[in-house]
C-alpha cells in the first residue's frame, strides 16, 4: 500500500513541484482507514493517533505529507493531545522524516 502511494506522490511531485492539496487528502484518508484496521486488531493500539499513523510508513515523503495535514484541531479530535503533546508528536515525526 505504501508503495502505490510513493509513487502518486512522486508523480505529483514531478508533475506539479509540489504535492497537490487533493492528493495529500486521499494519502491521508487511505492511511488513517490502514491505521484504524490495524489499531482495532491490536486494542493497546486503540485510539488511533498521528503517531500510530506515522509509525505505520517509513517513507520521508508520506511522513512529511502528513505533517502537513495533521493540524491542531484534528490531532485533538483524533487522540486528545494537548496543544504540548501535539508539538512533541509533530516533532517527533519531523526527527522521523529526516
Not at 512522486?10 to 492539496?21: A, I, N, P, R, T
Not at 499513523?53 to 508520506?62: F, G, K, P, R, W
Not at 495535514?69 to 486528545?80: H, K, P, T
Request: a negative charge; aromatic letters at 8%; one cysteine or more.
Amino acid at each position: 500500500m505504501s508503495g502505490c502511494l510513493r509513487g502518486l506522490i512522486q508523480e505529483d511531485l514531478s508533475k506539479f513541484g509540489c504535492v497537490s492539496d487533493e492528493l495529500a487528502l486521499q494519502v491521508r484518508a487511505i492511511a488513517m482507514v490502514c491505521v484504524q484496521a490495524i489499531c482495532k486488531t491490536d486494542k493497546a493500539l486503540w485510539l488511533p493517533s498521528s503517531l500510530h499513523l506515522a509509525a505505520y510508513y517509513d517513507s520521508v515523503e508520506l511522513l512529511e505529507i502528513l505533517i502537513e495535514v495533521f493540524n491542531y484541531e484534528e490531532a485533538m479530535a483524533l487522540d486528545g493531545s494537548t496543544p504540548a503533546q501535539f508539538a512533541a508528536m509533530k516533532g517527533h515525526l519531523r526527527a522521523l522524516a529526516i
